[in-house]
């Protein structure tokens, strides 16, 4: 069956710093992938989507890799800030968008 | 406003009772999802629609679960003699019909069943 992992853990990260965060996947080749941002009590929120034939994508403090060789999608945000902190979903798409469980990152002032 | 709106937000009800959700998306748009969420995890597929033919419902989901999209427009989706394991955060997302998908997201309505 098809497979979402991410960071189980929360994620520390001293602010001003890069925060990485890790998605891959198993059982399936998305045609491409998105990253959401989920704040407590909130729907989720779609910040990037990366294709499978881009190597990366960038968005103002995002960017975004995607090898479709080793099924890892790796997301970045540079100069961390303390509003950065939510918790980041990876969505690899087929037909239909499926959600890894997220990865909580906390940006430490 | 016109984002995805979801009714009710809260709702509270005992083992065994029937619940129903409502999920009105983005105007025109074509696609339609429904997930559930439990505290830290992520949003879990239930079942989406393209217009109002519902294209796919996940394995995991029991017969008491139904979703519907009469009009390809709102959607339901009902919880029949609901159970404990049912309190969860059901979400619903709406896309139009692109090959990027971004999903844009309503506040979710939050299940408590005692």
Redesign the interface.
Known sequence: SQK?E?NSEALNIQEGKTATLTCNYTNYSP??L?W?RQDPG?????LL?IRENEKEKRKERLKVTFDTTLKQSLFHITASQPADSATY?C?P?D????????TRLHILP | DTGVSQDPRHKITKRGQNVTFRCDPISEHNRLYWYRQTLGQGPEFLTYFQNEAQLEKSRLLSDRFSAERPKGSFSTLEIQRTEQGDSAMYLCASTPQSDTGELFFGEGSRLTVL
């Open positions: 979402i991410q045609a491409y998105q959401y909130r729907g989720p929120v779609f989507l979903l969505a798409r037909d239909k968008i499926i959600f890894g469980k997220g």
